[in-house]
């Protein structure tokens, strides 16, 4: 079928055909915690960067479906070689994953030589390659702290390898890229969500800029906030949205409130319930990682995981 025939399918036959479509490929869907609600209610596995890394190896499926943006997609291929990973929409990117190159990389470890280099799994295949060892927000600060060197480069986001070198007290020498949504927090959207707030906690991503990072009361990747939000009756969220309507899902007794309500990530938007559908059963878009690009940025996955 084209398409657009799935376009016009009601929310219902999609979510049965997608059961059934699963079922038939021994496929398994692994969804992004920023993906829309309908995606998110069809997902076997639901999370964050480094759980979907995670759950990516433990599958037994045949065909793995990553719903989020596309190093997640090769991040799942390079840890499962031998299956197939399709990624329902090709122009899923990361715009902060684009904002460095591998020979940008190359270039920049030749300017600092010696030093040992940690990429944020928002990162390219080839930039994982070019690196010592990889992480994700929830363990980049166990990441930069387990290496034997006082000076660490760190690729490509400024504000976690600052967030990093706060927790380690490290030289961190961080590459200039940040991540569109979480760098548009300010000062000023933690003052005027406390005051239409009063006493809810506000736990903020650690892609959010320091001045912001440092006024709130939680530091948190999107899994490390899920997990909080167990803990507590009310939470301010400094992450992207779609985060906070898995938890108002999640916890129907509970109030979450987004530290902005234009912090929307559009790549994470890409992906629908009837593009998902339309990928199972075209398996479509197969994600494909050259092999002398693969055994370095599996070496940098498997010591980040070995933590």
Not at 32 to 58: C, F, I, K, M, W
Not at 125 to 137: F, G, L, P, Q, R
Not at 243 to 257: A, G, Q
Request: net charge negative.
């Amino acid at each position: 079928m084209e398409f657009e025939q799935y376009a016009r399918m009601s929310a219902d036959e999609l979510v049965e055909r997608c059961e059934k479509l699963k079922s038939a490929r021994n496929a398994v869907l692994l969804v992004h915690n920023y993906q829309v609600g309908p995606v998110q209610g069809v997902a076997d596995y639901l999370g964050d960067s480094l759980r979907l890394a995670q759950l990516a190896t433990e599958s037994d499926a045949d065909l793995i479906v990553l719903c989020g943006v596309h190093f997640m997609a090769e991040t799942a291929k390079i840890l499962n070689p031998g299956k197939k990973v399709i990624l329902p929409s090709l122009a899923a990117g990361c715009p902060m994953a684009d904002m460095i190159t591998a020979d940008e990389l190359r270039g920049f470890k030749a300017e600092h030589p010696g030093a040992p280099v940690v990429c944020y799994v928002n990162t390219s295949a080839a930039v994982k390659s070019e690196s010592d060892i990889c992480c994700t927000s929830s363990n980049a600060v166990r990441v930069v702290d387990s290496l034997d060197a006082d000076e660490v480069l760190f690729v490509p986001d400024k504000n976690l390898g600052a967030y990093a070198a706060s927790q380690t007290g490290k030289n961190v020498i961080a590459w200039d890229g940040y991540c569109y949504v979480h760098n548009m927090f300010v000062p000023e959207d933690v003052v005027v969500a406390r005051a239409e707030h009063p006493n809810v906690p506000v736990v903020v991503h650690p892609e959010c800029p320091p001045e912001v990072v440092k006024m709130a009361d939680f530091v948190e990747s999107t899994g490390g906030m899920v997990r909080l939000a167990e803990e507590h009756d009310s939470l301010i969220v400094g992450t992207e949205i779609g985060l906070v309507d898995r938890l108002s899902r999640e916890h129907t007794d509970k109030r979450f409130y987004p530290l902005s309500p234009f912090a929307v990530c559009r790549n994470m938007k890409m992906i629908d319930l009837p593009r998902v559908v339309w990928a199972l059963d075209h398996e479509r878009h197969e994600i494909e990682v050259p092999d002398d690009v693969m055994e370095g940025a599996r070496r940098s996955l498997e010591r980040m995981m070995a933590l």
